[in-house]
């Protein structure tokens, strides 16, 4: 199971923190699979059953796989990336396979979080042109779905741009019963991103993020990250004459004194 191995440890951890807006969905999200996996005696006591699976819909690059690993490392889960379209795709002929072998694996080390990226390449809906492999694939993920509900200590939670796409069979109660929208960030939501990717920059001191957030409409997170990562990157330009790169050293008075100048990048 290359990609679909449990990846906390191997790599930072996240946290709420580095999560820019999204305050309402956070909260959301973590009722709906953080509590459950944490406590399943509360649901149990309560009588009331966890989501098996929760479906993430929104444009790319607002944050539904930062969500998704962020929730497995503050549940201390596991967590299991599948990408939809390499299951299809690299797996192919092997997929159902492969979707078994990574929902028995997520079983085995519960608590886990399968994350399930462009669902809509493995669930198309089936009335269309798909081919016996694709409505095998489907019945595979819904059966597996289906052989969860035992087991409460696994949640898929699934992600997609294109919601209206996906099998509505997946949307049955027991199944992806959850929806949750994550939009395009509005100004606040975008200064809140702009900071938490700016954070340890050393930034100019006329640097004004609530100006960036003003006039950076329409970029999503993924697009302020870039913006904050090339305003660096130009820095480190403007410093590249100066240095002596086969000297192989960085004059470490002048890394003192570098300044980022967010606002050249707009200009
Ligand atoms: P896709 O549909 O393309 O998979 P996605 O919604 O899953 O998109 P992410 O992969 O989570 O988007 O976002 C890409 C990167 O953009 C993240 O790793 C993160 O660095 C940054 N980013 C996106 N949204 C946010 C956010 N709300 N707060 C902070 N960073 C964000």
Redesign the pocket.
């Known amino acids: 199971g290359q990609k679909a191995s449990a990846t906390s440890g191997a790599r930072n951890p996240v946290s709420y923190e ?5 305050k309402p969905q956070l909260q959301r999200i973590r009722e709906m699979i953080e509590l459950p996996l944490r406590h399943p005696e509360l649901f149990e006591r309560l009588g009331i059953d966890a989501p098996k699976g929760v479906l993430m819909r ?1 444009p ?7 969500i998704a690993r962020t929730i497995a490392d503050e549940a201390e889960a596991n967590f299991f990336a599948v990408s939809g379209p390499e299951v299809i795709h690299k797996f192919y002929g092997e997929s159902e396979a492969h979707l078994r072998k990574i929902f028995e694996e997520a079983s085995a080390k519960g608590p886990s979080i399968i994350f399930l ?1 462009e669902i809509d390449a493995i669930a198309p809906r089936r009335e269309g042109t798909l081919g016996e492999v694709e409505k095998r694939v489907v019945a595979q993920l819904l059966a597996l779905m289906d052989g969860l509900s035992q087991r409460r200590n696994v949640i898929v939670i699934a ?1 997609t ?1 294109l919601p209206n796409m996906i099998d509505p069979a997946l949307r049955r109660p027991g199944r992806f019963d959850r929806e949750i929208e ?1 939009p395009i ?1 509005d100004r606040d939501g975008r200064l809140e ?1 702009l900071e ?2 700016s954070r340890g920059m050393p930034l100019a001191e006329d640097v004004s993020m609530r100006h960036l957030a003003d006039v950076t409409h329409g970029f ?3 697009d302020l ?1 870039g913006l904050c990562r090339e305003a660096a990157m130009l820095c480190l330009r403007r410093l590249m004459p100066e240095l002596d790169l086969t000297l192989g050293t960085v004059p470490y008075e002048r890394l003192a004194t570098l300044e980022i100048r967010m606002g050249d990048f707009l200009a």
């Open positions: 580095d999560i820019g807006g999204l929104g790319p690059g607002c944050g539904k796989t930062l990226d992600a741009n994550i960030p991103i938490i990717h999503v997170g993924a990250q």
